[in-house]
C-alpha cells in the first residue's frame, strides 16, 4: 500500500463536500476517481495536496500518517500534480520550465542548465516521454507540453501522480500516446490518480476504479467488472443514456454565413485565415480541432468579442462583422464562451443574476428601469432546479459554485430564452456524464426547434453524437468539412493534428 485516505471529510458553508471518504492507491497502480459535477473529486484532491485541510479523518503514506500543509510539503513527499491548464511558462524552453523553483546553480551563482538538460533527457527516455530538452515551450504541440509536465513532475522526485482531465485537451492519437506513457510509469513503481469525465479512458487504461457520488465512496471496482453503462449510473445514480438520440437534420436556410474570414490575436498573428463556413437552421455543424488552431478566436469575433481584420459575418442576412456583443446577442444569439469565468459569468454577482444576465433590463424582470426581485429569483430557482445547478441558495455568488455547476448555470441561461442561433464552445467541459446527456438532449431539441447550432469542441465522442456536419480547423484555417456519417475517429484525428491524407474529404 502506498496511499491511504481514511474517513476524509470536508464541511464548507451549506455543503458537506467529502463524508467520510476512504481510498487506497496501490504502488504499481493506475486508479481513476469519478464522480458527476459536485461530488468531491477536486475538494479531496486539494486536501490530498495540501491546499485544504480535512475536518476529518487522516492521509497515510507508506503506513506513516502525513499532513500537507501546502504543495510544497505535498511534492517533497513525493506527489505530483499535472493540471488540467499546464503551469508552464511558453517563452521559457523545456529545460527551464522543468527546473523552475528548484534550480541549481554552479560557481558565480549560474544555473546549471547542461547538467538539468541531461536529467530531463534522462528521465524522458526512461518513461518513453519523447521531450526534447532544449525546445521552447510554445513551438511544442499541447500533447509534448503535457509530457514536460508530467517530466516536471518526476524531476521533483514524484512517487503518486494525479492527473487531472490529462486528454481534455489532445487528439486521439496524443490520447493513446499518453496511455502508453501511462502504462510505462506504472510499470515502473509509480502511483497514479486520473481524473476523468470520460467513461472509454477509464475502461481503457485503470486498474481500479473508485466512484464518488455526493461527497460519498459509493464504490470501487476494476475495469474487467464493470462497464461504462454501470460506471455511469454508480456516478449520478441512476441509468443513463450514452448515446445520443437524433433523427436525420432537416436544413433550411442558412442562419451563420461566414465569408474570407481573417482574425488577429493579442500577439497581430493571424489566427483565423481566410475561413468560410455557413451553419443553416435545423442543422448542427461542430468544429472539431485541438484547442489553440484559431476555434477561441472565431468564436469571439462571431459574438463581438474580437474585430475582424477582413472578410464578414452574416446571422440571419444582416451584416454583424462589427456589432456589439449586445446587439449580437439581443437578435436571437445564444453563447455558450469557452471560459466561463471570464466571458460567461460575473463571479461576485449572484448565481440568480448571472441565470437572467442577457436579459435583466426586459420584461418580466424589469419594467420601465424597475427591477422585479421576486420576477429574477423565481426565474432562477426554476432555471437551478430545470438544470441541476447544486447550490445551498441562488442568492449565494456565482464563484461559489464548482466549474461543472458553474458551466450549468451559463447553459441554463442560454437554453432558457428563444434563439435562431446557438453558439457553443465546449458546452459540457467539466460536466459529468448524466449533465452531458441532459445538455445534449436539448442542443438536439434547439435543432429541432429551427435553430442553428455551432459547436465547437474537442470531444471527439461529442463531435461524433451531436454533429450532423463536421468542419475541422487547423492552424487558423478549415481543412475540411464532411457529412457526420462518413467520419470515422481516426479521420478526424489525423486531421485534427494536420495531416492532409483526407484532406480531399472537405465538402464546402
Known sequence: MRLELKGVTKRFPGILANDSVSLVVEEGEIHALLGENGAGKTTLMNILYGLYRADEGEILLDGQPVHFGSPGAAIASGLGMVHQHFMLVPVFTVTENIMLGVESTGSFGLLR?????????????????????????????????????????????????ILDEPTAVLTPQETEDLFDVMRALKESGKSIIFITHKLKEVIAVADRITVLHRGRVVGTTTAEETTEQRLAAMMVGRSVQLRVNKTPARPAEPVLEILSLKVLDDRGHAVVDDVSLEVASGEIVCLAGVQGNGQTELVEAMVGLRPALNGSIRILGRDVTFSSPRKILRSGVGHVPEDRQVDGL?????????????????????????RDEEAVLRAANQRAEAFDVRT???????????????????IGREFSRPIKLLIASQPTRGLDVGSIEYIHERIVEKRDQGAAVLIVSVELDEVMALADRIAVMFRGQIVAVLPAEEASREQLGLLMAGSSVHAEASGE
Open 113 to 161: 542548465r547542461g547538467e538539468a538538460a541531461r536529467r530531463v533527457e534522462e528521465i524522458s527516455n526512461r518513461y518513453g516521454l519523447q521531450v526534447p530538452p532544449e525546445a521552447v515551450v510554445e513551438g511544442l504541440p499541447v500533447g509534448v507540453q503535457q509530457r514536460v509536465e508530467i517530466v516536471k513532475a518526476l524531476y521533483r522526485e514524484a512517487e503518486i501522480l
Open 392 to 410: 445551498p441558495s441562488v442568492r449565494l455568488p456565482a464563484a461559489t459554485l464548482s466549474g461543472g455547476n458553474q458551466q450549468k448555470v451559463i
Open 346 to 370: 460575473i463571479l461576485d454577482f449572484s448565481i440568480a443574476d448571472n441565470l437572467v444576465l442577457n436579459t435583466y433590463d426586459e420584461p418580466p424582470f424589469a419594467r420601465l428601469w424597475v
